[in-house]
């Protein structure tokens, strides 16, 4: 008896684990007893975790490759705990502002880089100082105005490209070709 309530149990186990358990089949597991469910339960919970366990291990394999994993599988990174940067109120490092200036270039855009169109002309403009170091030791330093003009097009103001140095750089690349 005991022994068909064990098959009978490990057939409605089979039935669940399939998806094809219907109601009657789970109120007549019920009916037989709390160690039926436990039973059932225990079983399933088992043929649950053998069926996952492939994949999981495929996941966390370490010779899985991370463009493999999928990206709710990976850690979190961990986030920066503190600001970057030197602390308020601390002394800047950066190259002091040389004291004599050999040259001074002016740039102003003739139209507009992004539509081509008419600038209207403004009062603002800012300064980038530029030291080329040639091969002499004698550095060259240039003082270029940068005149932000308005597109009225693009709704926004505009500014040439200064050509001898990288964005916000201070030293230029003009190396040993003003001497």
């Known amino acids: 008896m005991e022994r068909d309530n064990t098959q009978s149990v490990q057939g409605l186990i089979d039935i669940a684990l ?6 009657s089949q789970a109120r007549q597991l ?11 339960l225990l079983g399933a919970s088992r043929r649950i975790a053998a069926l996952q366990s492939p994949a999981d291990t495929l996941l966390t ?5 991370s463009g ?3 990206i709710y599988a990976k850690p979190n990174t961990p986030k920066r705990r503190k600001k970057p940067g030197a602390k308020q109120g601390h002394p800047g490092a950066r190259r002091p502002r ?5 040259e001074r270039r002016t740039h102003r855009l003739k139209c507009c880089p ?3 169109g008419q600038l209207q002309r ?5 300064t980038r100082i530029i030291e080329d170091i040639p091969e002499v030791i004698e550095p060259v330093v240039t003082e ?8 009225p097009h693009c709704k926004k103001h505009v500014e040439p490209v200064v050509p001898d140095a990288m964005p916000k750089a201070t030293l230029g690349h003009q190396q040993g070709q003003r001497a």
């Open 61 to 65: 394999s370490p010779s899985t490759p």
């Open 68 to 70: 493999m994993v999928p």
């Open 114 to 116: 992004h539509c081509s």
């Open 30 to 40: 019920y009916a037989l007893g709390p160690e039926a469910v436990t039973l059932a």
């Open 144 to 151: 270029h105005t940068i005149h932000r003009d308005y597109c």
């Open 18 to 23: 399939r998806g094809q358990l219907t109601e």
């Open 122 to 126: 403004c009062e603002r403009s800012r």
């Open 98 to 102: 040389p004291v004599k200036i050999d």
